[in-house]
Every structure is written in C-alpha cells, then in structure tokens.
C-alpha cells in the first residue's frame, strides 16, 4: 500500500502540473466574479420530481424511501438539545499534517482568483493559480458511552468537519434505539474551496481516491490513537457531508461500494466541479445523473439527499449548462427512483444552500433513514 500510495502521489503531482502548465499557455489568472443570489425554485416546476408535502415543520417517516416537500418554518429536532439523564460519548480531537501524507501531499490556488472556461470546452474549467501548499487537517472522533472495547462498531465519517451539531444528536438518537451505536469521524478538509483547491481535489474528483486515503491514513490513525475497533462491514458504514462534501459522501460509496452502503447528503454539489478535468468523467459529479447511475448496474447504497429552494446555481460558469444544484438533486432522484435504489430526498422550502436550520430539524430523521435496516443493538 505504502509504495502505490507514493506512486499515486508522484502521479498527481506530475498531472497538476500538467494541468496547470497547459492552462497557463491559454489564459491568465483571473479574479472571482461576484456571485448572484440564486432564485427562489418551486418544487412543483415541471420537470422536477413528483413529491409528497409535508405539514409545515414535519419531517420525513424515518423508514419511507420517495421524495418529500418540506415546508417553510424549520425548528430544531428535541434531539438536537442536550438532554437529562442520556449517556454522554466522549469526543476526541487531533490534526493531522500534510507533510504526513503519501496520497494528499496538499495544494492551494491563489486567494481572490478563480479559473476560466475553455474556450474550446466549456465545461473544462482552466485553473493557472493553483500550486502546491501545505494544509492542517482538524479531526474529531466521537465514541459513545454504549461503546464496549474490542468490538467492531459502525460509524460514519463526515466531510468538513469537526460538525459538533452530531454528537449531541447521536448520544440522543442511540439513547432512543434509532440508530446503531456508532462512532462518528468528523473530518475538516484540506482548505480552500472549488477547482484548484486542496478541498476541491479531495471532495470533486470523481475516483476512490478520497476513500482510500481515508482507508489508509484516517481510519488506521483513529483505531490506533483511542483504542477502537471500526468494523469493515460496509452496511456498518456510512459517509455523510453538504455541498461537495456531500457528493464527497456519495463518491466514497459510489467507487468503493465494498467500503460503504450507507451515504447522507445536504445541498450535494452533483455539479461539474471536478478539477483536474478529466476525458472519462468531463461533467464531473453532474456524471451521475447524466450516465454512471443510469448506466451502471444497481449498487447496494442507500442515500438520504436533500436540496434548499434557494440552493445554488452558479451563473457565472453556467456556460457549460451543469452548474444548477436542485435540478442536479432533482435529477438525482429521478434516475435513483428508476434504478430502483432505496433513497429518500427532501426539497426544503426557504432555504438555502447547505442551510443550518433545516439541518437542525432534518438530520435526527435523516439518520434514521440512512441506518434504516441495520440493528440499533448490532
């Protein structure tokens, strides 16, 4: 493992060079255009997904696949809140380097600049800015007080963490028997956002990488620092994230399916981000609704999605046509339904992207669903 992860390093590096230097021949640095405040959708546009209407503040059945029309007014979940009486996990902390990594050596693009369309593709986005740069990764491992030393425990592990709004919810939701006892990995990212970016490598490529790094470098290093056991059953195992951490989530199960069945996902960003461009995949994350689901045969995955009213739509590089985050959560759900895949999507009035307040009220319920099938005793 140590010598393929060194060569998929060398590789990496010689392909972001590649990339660069060929997108510097073509067009200078550019500054970031001003974002647009997106428009208010309606869910029932025609085209989007039919949808059952929730009464204002309800939720979703925490066991019904199918698609759901939350209302406006969203209050948090009583899960949500510290409560009398349940069992308090205890959550640990660290860092980890870059300079540590085989697979992630790190990157960084320039602050205020942003890449360009192709003139000659529109949907290959030139980046000329980004370089190498150092980065520190923040971690933290939540372990619950029901964890029993030398078994192998379920867990999810989370992108652009540490999210400290799930680890009072999970002492509360374990404490209830909703969902397994689990150990929760919550992970920041390795900083900056979108093409060129550390964060956006790791989280909008479409490959295993980010899984494998997590296989390699994450979960050994939890194991070993806090004297857990993590269980290499995949229906033990869930990915969860927002924006493109929650395509992330999604990209983890899709290419190791063997890793990971169970995904959750806030305002996922199923969008044409990925960066370095790349022939086999060129729409990045808008592949999945556009071939890889409705293409490839049934995988063993069951997904929670969810997208605000106001989600994004990026103006700017709508040039190429994939960059509208509810017709890609909407198109998401119409080729799951037609595969036949155990889901369930929620589209949130007044709201916007990743939006805190419909987390809050949602993810009590959207746990649930996504362990749905696996024993809270197991």
């Known amino acids: 493992m140590d010598g393929m992860n060194r060569l998929g390093a060398v590789v990496l590096s010689v392909c972001l060079s590649l990339a660069v230097g060929s997108a510097s021949a073509q067009v200078s640095a550019s500054p970031c255009p001003p974002r647009l405040t997106p428009p208010t959708r309606d869910a029932h546009t025609p085209g989007y997904v039919k949808a059952t209407e929730l009464p204002d503040g309800a939720n979703a059945p925490g066991n019904v696949d199918g698609n759901f029309i939350l209302g406006p007014t969203h209050n948090p979940a009583p899960e949500m809140a510290e409560q009398a009486g349940v069992p308090q996990g205890t959550v640990y902390t660290f860092d980890m380097e870059s300079k540590d990594s085989t697979i992630y050596p790190g990157i960084a693009r320039d602050a205020d600049t942003c890449g360009q369309p192709d003139p000659a593709n529109p949907a290959k986005l030139n980046v000329t800015t980004s370089h190498p740069g150092a980065y520190t990764r923040h971690v933290s491992v939540y372990v619950p007080k029901q964890y029993v030393a030398g078994t192998a425990a379920p867990f999810i592990i989370g992108a652009d963490g ?26 920041g990212n390795g900083s900056g956002d979108a093409q060129g970016s550390e964060r956006g490598l790791e989280y909008d490529t479409m490959s295993g990488k980010y899984a494998e790094y997590v296989e390699a470098e994450v979960l050994p290093l939890v194991e070993k620092k806090y004297g857990v056991k993590l269980t290499r059953d995949p229906e033990g195992r869930a990915t969860m994230g927002g924006s493109s951490g929650g395509s992330c989530a999604l990209i983890m199960a899709w290419y190791h399916p063997e890793w990971y069945h169970r995904v959750l996902t806030y305002s996922g960003t199923y969008v044409n981000q990925q960066w370095p461009w790349n022939p086999q995949t060129p729409h990045g994350a808008w592949g999945f609704h556009e071939t890889l689901i409705p293409n490839s045969p049934k995988k063993p995955i069951r997904i929670w999605m969810e997208v605000g009213d106001r989600d994004n739509l990026n103006s700017n590089l709508m040039r190429d046509g994939f960059h509208d985050w509810v017709v890609a959560n909407e198109n998401m759900a119409k080729v799951l339904a037609a595969k036949g895949y155990h889901y369930q999507f929620v589209f949130a009035q007044n709201a916007g992207h990743t939006d805190r307040a419909v987390k809050q009220q949602t993810l009590a319920e959207a746990l649930e669903y996504v362990w749905s099938g696996y024993p809270a005793g197991k």
């Open 162 to 187: 540490p999210d400290k709004l799930l680890f009072t919810l999970l002492d509360n939701l374990i404490a209830e028997h909703k969902v397994p006892a689990m150990i929760a990995i919550s992970m």
